[in-house]
């Protein structure tokens, strides 16, 4: 499974958070009980019993530090820049926590007598420390940083994991948002451009038929109807196989086609397998633009080359440009072509367009597997 479905698995499923949670904070437990037990650690000698709870309440007090300063200093104050406030409510937290730990060890070792006896014989100098009051204990903590230094070595690793893991999530919706903005474009791209191009090829397909060419335009009748059920119903999908992306092409460019007398229009397509995938109606905005601006005398041309070997599509047009037309290469298709080329296959592609002597120029390769 993906990292990203995996993050997203457990962001949206509470019962999943609420598990991962609390691992984690047994696991803190764990080590802290570890810790315990070390030769230089003031607790050397303490019955289990005491190091458990030693550790425990420990471990509870720097989660309910953690969960304070994550999910409401974090949040309301700091990313909202009350940076004043910010900083009064850590210092109030710290102090909070310091007292709440001090109190908790003075209580738990003052009611084990065995715990009492022990630092009497192996460690005096803290015993005494214990026994200058809660106060003067707290205010040595506090003003030796050895509090906070002891926060912010405990807490680097969930602080660490938990902005980690927010950053990527942020990073992720914020391309969730972009591909279901670009979605919107594209419907709306696609809104306009089905009545406007239905409405041409629906004339053209009329002339024909008063023409008497019957037989041409029923063709195109039968090509319409399949390019407008592809447009409307099957690019609503995220890829689609490159066979049907083929026909799309040939079956929007014969209807183009039908408005031209004069001008030479060209398509050839190489495959070496039916087997790869292609986002659709991807390339029909470069298709539109080359017949847009060309104009239909003898000498206009619109040559269309399409391939795709070793998973590498490769693309190109080249087609006159009518001398009384401006070209416009910033209009809404084109803009929602690149943004499609950067969603769908983002650093695999290579986009370039030219003007040279009234021919327009566009070549594009993708790197589709």
């Known amino acids: 499974m993906k990292i990203t479905s995996v993050i997203e698995k ?10 991962l949670h609390f691992f984690f904070w047994l696991f803190m437990f764990g080590i802290r009980l570890y810790l315990t037990n070390v030769s230089f650690n003031v607790y050397r000698g303490f019955s289990s019993e005491a190091y458990v709870y030693i550790s425990l309440s420990s471990t509870l007090l720097m989660t309910t530090f953690y969960y304070a300063f994550m999910y409401a200093i974090v949040p309301n104050l700091i990313l909202k820049r009350k940076y004043l406030l910010s900083g009064l409510s850590i210092l109030l937290l710290i102090i909070s926590y310091t007292i709440a730990d001090a109190y908790a060890e003075i209580n738990l070792i003052q009611n084990c007598k065995t715990c009492l006896s022990v630092l009497h014989k192996f460690n005096s100098n803290y015993e005494s420390y214990l026994n200058r009051g809660l106060i003067n204990v707290i205010l040595t903590r506090l003003l030796s940083l050895g509090t906070p230094m002891t926060l912010l070595f405990a807490l680097c690793i969930p602080f660490s994991i938990k902005m980690t893991l927010q950053a990527y999530r942020d990073k992720i919706r914020s391309l969730q948002l972009a591909k279901e903005n670009l979605q919107l474009e594209f419907s ?4 306009q451009f089905n009545p406007h191009f239905l409405f041409n090829s629906m004339n053209n397909i009329y002339g024909l038929i008063i023409s008497g060419d019957t037989e041409r335009s029923a063709a195109l009748v039968a090509r319409l109807s399949e390019f407008l059920r592809y447009a409307l119903y099957d690019s609503e999908h995220e890829v689609m196989p490159v066979e049907k992306e083929v026909k799309l092409l040939k079956d929007y460019i014969e209807l183009e086609k039908i408005r031209l007398n004069d001008a030479k229009v060209h398509f050839e397509c190489t495959l070496d397998n039916n087997d790869y995938n292609l986002a659709p109606l991807l390339l029909i905005p470069l298709i539109e633009n080359a017949f847009k601006y060309s104009s239909d005398t003898p000498a206009s041309f619109i040559h269309i080359s399409m391939s795709i070997l070793n998973g590498h599509l490769s693309f190109t047009i080249d087609n006159s440009i009518d001398p009384d037309k401006q070209v416009i290469t910033g209009g809404i298709g084109l803009c929602n072509f690149t943004k499609r080329l950067k969603l769908y296959y983002k650093e695999r592609y290579k986009y370039e367009v030219g003007i040279l002597n009234n021919k ?9 597997t």
């Open 10 to 19: 457990i962001y949206t499923n509470p019962y999943l958070r609420i598990m």
């Open 188 to 191: 709306f791209l696609k809104s």
């Open 360 to 368: 327009y120029s566009v070549n594009l390769i993708i790197q589709i």
